[in-house]
């Protein structure tokens, strides 16, 4: 985590990104590059959808036998339009900048497929006090 973390950073130094993570240390069995680089398209699209001078929330709990990873943002939220296609690849969702297209992200579909490949789950919501959660899971070591 603290890796996209960095890099996230690195080419928005102006945002604050809060970090919760757990005291305990968490052996999750997994493919490092790949989970960097969902964790890297969540927080981009955390910063798109949010107004410039709010923070990022990046959190990881332990979560029973799993391993929860959760991208908050303070942007207006997921529309209810846009929220059946949001994993998918069938309706690209709107953006808000013209030049967002020179993200590094790899499009939720695909990291909805990563996860899933790690026998985890994606998931997103809005929040009660504005914006979206973006939540994934993955087993801890010893219970996949």
């Not at 929040?127 to 993955?138: H, I, N, S, W």
């Amino acid at each position: 985590m603290g890796e996209a973390v960095n890099r996230i950073k690195q080419r928005f130094p102006q945002r604050e990104v809060v970090v919760h993570v757990p005291n305990e240390f968490l052996e999750i069995p997994m493919d490092g590059t790949l989970i960097v680089q969902v964790l890297i398209n969540l927080l981009e699209n955390a910063i798109k959808y949010s107004p410039d001078d709010s923070d990022i929330e990046v959190r990881l709990e332990k979560y029973g036998d799993w391993a929860r990873f959760e991208v908050l943002d303070r942007g207006k939220g997921i529309s209810k339009e846009d929220f059946p296609y949001l994993l998918t690849t069938y309706k690209p969702v709107e953006t808000k900048s013209p030049d967002s297209s020179r993200g590094i992200g790899i499009g939720l579909s695909i990291c909805k497929t990563i996860i899933k490949a790690h026998n985890g789950k994606l998931e997103a919501e809005n929040r009660k006090e504005g914006g979206a959660v973006f939540r994934f899971t993955l087993p801890l070591k010893g219970s996949e």
